[in-house]
Each structure stands twice: as structure tokens, then as C-alpha cells.
């Protein structure tokens, strides 16, 4: 099995502040990896590390096998990575479909009229801007426009952050059928249960340590389990069992 991305032994920090220790994660290709935790326990520093957005201090990550921990992010996004930041970035005073031109990408499945067999409601709102546009929709946009450029990989942090329930069963729809694409995703979410549906391979940070990592499935079907690893952040957890 090839390695997509392959981090070892990241040490991340912020000034002073030591936020990630000796994180190693491994996304193979083809598969679904996804990284939970609570809040504040270092998933976004671990995907802006990956893309050289806040370079490691030491350790090392690899982007199919080529060294990419010095990189500039314009450089990991070449090697065909692909990330879909926190909270949606969508040009605001562009149209939907003017929002959809502007990634200039390599060839691949993904073109504007996959987006909008894939995406209808974004289809129907192309003449919309994407202030017009509601937090679903413009999450959708945000996903559309880093399929448009054909990545290898896809990094989604919080895809499904303050989104309907409705919504979001979409939202995860969309990583399924990226996997079926033969995409590598990684996926950082705290609704825990979704994403062990959907993933291959969980990884648990806490306090910027990795304090499990294993089959999804086994991990979903372990309460104990998912109870003991995520210690402070058990009620979120149960918060989202409520749902
Ligand atoms: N730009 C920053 N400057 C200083 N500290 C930060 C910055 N961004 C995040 N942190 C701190 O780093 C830790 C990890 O944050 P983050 O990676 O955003 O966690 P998560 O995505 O898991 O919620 C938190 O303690 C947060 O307060
Ligand atoms: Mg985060």
C-alpha cells in the first residue's frame, strides 16, 4: 500500500508554545483517515504543518514518498494535495459558477458539470454570490472548488462544522464518492460518529499527542473506547451521540 501522506515525528509550535509532540500519521492511497479530538487538541496545526502553512520544527512529512516538511504550501498543493481550510473561504462577491472558474487545475474527474451533477443545489444557485449563500452551500462551494483542481489527496478540516444534520449527511456523501474516485482523504472532525462511518482509519489527538490510532470501525464500535480516549472531551462526545 503507498503512503499519500506520511508525517513522522512532528513537533509544531506556536512562539513558545509547544502545540504538537511527535505526531505521526499515515493516510494511505485510496483511503479514508480521519483525526478527532477536541477542540484545541491540535488537528488544525497537524493539516496546516502538512500543507507548510506553519512549518514543523522538527520532523519530517512525505508527500508520496518526496520530502515536503520544507516546502512552501504552493509546492505541497503541486505535489496534489488539496485543503479545504477551517471555516469556508468563498470569494463573497463572485457568483457560484465565477466562484467554480477560478481553480485552474490539472485534468482529472472532477470538472464543473461532475461539480454540479455532484453538488444540484449548487447547480441552482450559480447565478447566487457566495455571500448569498447559506453555511451549507458555501461549504459545498469550498469542497467544489478543491475538487477542482484534481488533488490526490484532500484534506477537509471540519467539513461538517455548524452544519444542519441534513446537511451534513450530504457533506460526508461527497467524501464517499471521492473515495470511490480512488482520492485519498483526511479528514479532521469532531462529529466523531459520522466520520468513523466513513473512514478507513482513525487517528486520536489530544493535548498535540496521538493517543490511538486503528481501524474506524473498531474504534465506532467500541463505546468504552472512545469514552476512555477522549477523556476531558467526554461530553462532547456524548453531546454528539445525543444528536
Ligand atoms: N495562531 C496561533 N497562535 C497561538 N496558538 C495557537 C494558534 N492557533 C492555534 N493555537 C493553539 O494551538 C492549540 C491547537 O489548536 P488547533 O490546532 O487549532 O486545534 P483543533 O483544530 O484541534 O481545535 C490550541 O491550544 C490553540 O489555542
Ligand atoms: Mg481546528
Redesign the pocket.
Known sequence: MTNAIEVSGLNTF??K?H??HDVSIVAEEGSVTTLL????????????SIMGL?PARSGTVKVFGTDSVKLAPYRVARLGVGYVP?GRRVFPNLTVEDNLKVPQGAKGPFDIPRIYSLFPRLEQRKMNRGRQLSGGEQEMLSIARALLLNPKVLIL??PSQGLAPLIVRDVFKIVSSMKQEGMTVLL?E?NVRMALEVADTAYV?DH?VVVHKGPAAALAADENLIQSLAGASAEEWDLDKAH
Not at 479530538?37 to 496546516?48: C, D, E, P, V
Open positions: 506556536y512562539g508554545s502545540i504538537l479530538g477536541r477542540n484545541g487538541a491540535g488537528k488544525t496545526t497537524t493539516m496546516r506553519t477551517e478540516d471540519e479532521v469532531q489527538l498535540g
